[in-house]
């Protein structure tokens, strides 16, 4: 068996325009964006560069050759690192930290501005290893097995062998034996297979962020009653999920265009026939899984809004209950207090001695402009206390009172 080359990689959607701020930072150290500088200084010395070169074409492409290893950029946001062979468990571990704390730091810290992309995987982290491609000029098949198992891997599940290449898939490992393995057809087989792979894991990761979110859902309208004081917060929380699903979709949404370019780059390099005899032309299974997983998140987003407006009118209806209730307090209250100051004037008074007998008798004429005012202002000070004291007794009593949600759903 004879290794030559080890690699690993990595896609996430980027464009010519994120590519060329790569390109500056690894060829000038510069940033047009705000960054600190004495950072950028620093994440640049630790990649070690030795050359540094643009490369125009269907997709344009950063090549970059560092200090132990090397690594190919593209404008789609794919990354390809790849190392010269010497010790396997070595040089996986040295790819590994260079990717983890070199390269993933950097391509994090340039394009730290802008949309929270974060908020994709703050929801629901899925943990997963990376793909590596181990390309070999010769090896038996027992040898590769071997070397799976030293490496705490499965067993290749499928294989794909002719007389210029035999690869094996597994998991976390492709291995690629080949004469030609230093060439530009094999290091196309090594691009598309990462970019299938990386591709189908963001897609598994936004089902799985999906299937968070319904269950969040499900957890709040499987309830037939809640509590009043719960609904606010409950709004608030579908409202939040509707603001995350709204930028997952629309992420997903630009997803395609990159399969698209893929493909198109494919086909008029000529090497279409050549990926889809070695299992590297996916673009039809991609595609529907894109397809899925965006009519998907397109449910969710309408499920969430049904959801977010149901609590709403449930919130807003009782909320309307009760200050109908309260208005006809106050207007009961302050109507009877000047009915009552109408009805003096007029009113008969007599008075009586202790043995029964009238001693005079009288009769109110009307109450002077002063003695009426104080009396009107008090009966109206007693009608606002009377409707404030009735609005705290609502406030502290609802936060007890049940609604059900089975009668906001049959609405």
Known sequence: MKIEKIYTGSWFPRTK??????????????????????????????????????????????????????????????????????????DLSFLENFYQKKLAEILTFIYSKGAPLPLLTMLAPVHRVRTTVIVMSQAKEAEINNLLEGLGSILPHSKVIDKNYQIYFSPQYICI???????????????????????????????????????NVADILKKEVIRYKELPSLRERLLDYKEKNTLIKNRISQMDNYISARQ??????????????????????????????IKLWEMTDESLSSAADLINSLYQENTQKELTTLQAIFLIGTTASFLTLGAMPGAMLKFFSPGGDLIAGGEFISFDFITMVKFGFTALAISCGIYLLWDIFFKNVRKFKVISIIKGLKK
């Open 17 to 90: 325009l994120h590519l060329k701020e790569f390109f500056n930072f690894l060829k000038y150290q510069s940033s047009e964006l705000d960054l600190d500088k004495k950072k950028i200084a620093s994440l640049h010395s630790s990649l070690k560069i030795k050359k540094v070169d643009y490369i125009g074409g269907t997709l344009d492409q950063v090549l970059v050759d560092c200090e132990g290893c090397d690594f190919e950029y593209f404008e789609d946001g794919l990354l390809v690192l790849g190392k010269k062979f010497k010790k396997i468990e070595e």
């Open 177 to 215: 034996v080949s004469k030609k393995s230093n060439t530009n057809e094999c290091l196309n087989l090594i691009r598309h297979y990462f970019f299938f792979r990386e591709y189908e894991a963001q897609m598994h990761k936004f089902l799985n962020i999906n299937r968070y979110l319904w269950d």
């Open 264 to 293: 198109l780059e494919a086909e008029s390099s000529g090497y279409l026939e050549f990926l889809n005899r070695y299992r590297a032309d996916r673009f039809m299974k991609t595609m529907s899984i894109h397809n899925y997983i």
